[in-house]
């Protein structure tokens, strides 16, 4: 499988066709390697991990339910929500078209 470059919808903030990468609930350094994964947006995948430590990501917040039911995180989801989901650089209209929309 080619590692590309993934486009889909934040598990987190719910936001469609953003650059995704795929967080594991439960960090790979305390166990998680093979447990369940989510699909989060690189601001929202920095953010979690900006806030919150393995540890407290493996005990308390390894759902994407108790990850968005933080109060740290709500505020953060507020506002990205109102951000735009183009992260993406412009793309040419030609390339845009490629793109399978699910
Ligand atoms: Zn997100
Ligand atoms: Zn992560």
């Given at each position: 499988m080619a590692k590309k470059k993934q486009s889909g919808t934040c598990e987190?903030?719910?936001?469609?066709?953003v650059e995704v990468t795929i967080h594991h609930l439960t960090p790979k350094e305390m166990g998680g390697t093979f447990m369940s994964t989510a699909n989060l947006c690189i601001p929202c995948h920095k953010q979690i991990h900006a806030l919150f430590t393995n540890e407290e990501l493996a005990t308390s917040l390894n759902t994407v339910d108790q990850l968005r039911s933080h109060p740290e995180l709500q505020k953060f989801l507020k506002w990205i929500k109102k951000q735009?989901?183009?992260?993406?650089?412009?793309?040419s209209k030609s390339n845009a078209r490629k793109r399978n929309k699910r």
């Open positions: 987190l903030c719910g936001r469609e066709e735009p989901s183009t992260r993406l650089p412009i793309i």
